[in-house]
Each structure stands twice: as C-alpha cells, then as structure tokens.
C-alpha cells in the first residue's frame, strides 16, 4: 500500500500568510492525487485534484503543485476561513489513502 | 446541483451489523462512482471503499480494514447506494461520508459529498 506522509502535521499562522504544505508518497504516483479541506462538522471539500488543477469554485489562492513523491499545497495569502486541517489522497491505485492531515491553526 | 443524504447511523454493539444509505439527488447515481471515507473521533479520514458505476457492473474495492465485513451496493430506483456493515468493531466508530466522483485526467475524484453519519460501536 502507498503511505503518504504530510509535513507539517501543524502550522500556526497569520491572517495574509502564505503557507505551504508538503505531501510525500511511499512510491511515484505520478499525479494521481488530490487535496481537501475538513473543518469540523462539516463534508471534505475538494481543493485540487492532478496535483494542480484547481477545482471549480475554489479560490486562486489555492495552490497545487509537484509529481511522483512529492508534492505541495500553497495558500498564497492565508484568509480567516482557511482556518481548518488539510488532507493529501492518492488515486494511483487501491487502496486510496489518505495523509495524515495538517491542521492550520491561528497564530 | 447535486446532494448527497447519509442516513442509517447510530449506535450498535459490537459485533453487531449496520446498514448505511446514500441517497442522491442531482445526479443518476448510476453512473456515477461513489466512494465512502470515514473520520473517527480525533482522527483523520480514512478511505472506506469505492463503488463502480454501472458501466463497469458497480464492481467495489475496500480498504483492508474494512474488506470482508463491509460490502456496497446500489439500488438505481431509489438512486441510493449503500454500505452493509457487519461484524462492526469498536474502532469503526466514525463518521461516515459518501461523496460521488467526477472523471477528470483518467481519474475518478471525488468532488460532492454528503454531511456524513455517525455510526457508535460500543457496548
């Protein structure tokens, strides 16, 4: 099974930061993966899928980026409802796992 | 625009069985496919298992975790899908989301989600 691995696991930060989130995987998988937001109580939102390609609705400070093991999610300017932990999920083969998670938090 | 409705959460001993729904409106589930994740409490989410869409005879795939007590199924009159649990542990407790797909790059991503059901293991 391909584990993935997010760096950092918690990040403070300020309104107008930018932040970057790093996600490893055990084995290339091309671009085969995606980024999501949780807040508590609420559906996983889809934030970028391929690696890059940012879904519909979602704001261009969402940034996705990297291909085979390593890969990013950039926040260009960090907004008050970006506030929430962010997940890694691959798609190159069964099962499809998830990282660890990163929970952004307000400094 | 599409929602997804999870229902048939609550608590059972363990051992015991469960049946979750997923009912769509929006979209024909049929020929959509449709993944459930779970979140435990404190947790982070873990991919449960995914269901084909017709076209490819709604064959499943599952997580190890869950592979040989969970099983999915679909019925296209009521554009619902379901999630048979049995032989459920305590560390299946969660929250449970289904979210349907959409084909972009070869892949399946799974795009619309559901708000989730809680399901309690505990005696």
């Known amino acids: 099974d391909i584990q993935l691995t997010q760096s950092p696991s918690f990040l403070s930060a300020s309104v107008g930061d930018r932040v970057t989130i790093t996600c490893r995987a055990s084995?290339?998988?091309?671009?085969?993966l995606a980024w999501f937001q949780k807040k508590p109580g609420k559906a996983p939102k889809l934030l970028i899928c391929?690696?890059?390609t940012l879904h519909s609705g979602v704001p261009s400070r969402f940034s996705g980026g990297g291909s085979g093991t390593e890969f990013t999610l950039t926040i260009s300017s960090l907004q008050p409802e970006d506030f929430a932990t962010y997940y890694c999920q691959h798609f190159n083969n069964y099962p499809l796992t998830f990282g660890g998670g990163t929970k952004v938090e307000i400094k | 625009e599409v929602q997804l409705v999870e229902s048939g959460g609550g608590l059972v001993q363990p051992g015991g069985s469960l049946r979750l729904s997923c009912a769509a409106s929006g979209i024909i589930i049929s020929d959509y496919y449709m993944d459930w994740v779970r979140q435990a409490p404190g947790k982070g989410l873990e991919w449960v298992g995914r269901s084909r869409d017709k076209a490819h005879s709604y064959t499943a795939e599952y997580a190890a975790s869950v592979k040989d007590r969970f099983f999915l199924s679909r019925d296209d009159s009521k554009n619902s899908m379901y999630l048979q649990m049995n032989g459920l542990k305590i560390e299946d407790t969660a929250v449970y989301y289904c979210?349907?797909?959409?084909?972009?790059?070869?892949?399946?991503?799974?795009?619309?989600w559901g708000q989730g059901t809680l399901v309690t293991v505990s005696s």
């Open positions: 979210a349907s797909n959409y084909f972009h790059s070869d892949i399946y991503w799974p795009d619309s």
């Open positions: 084995q290339g998988i091309s671009s085969y």
């Open positions: 391929a690696a890059s």
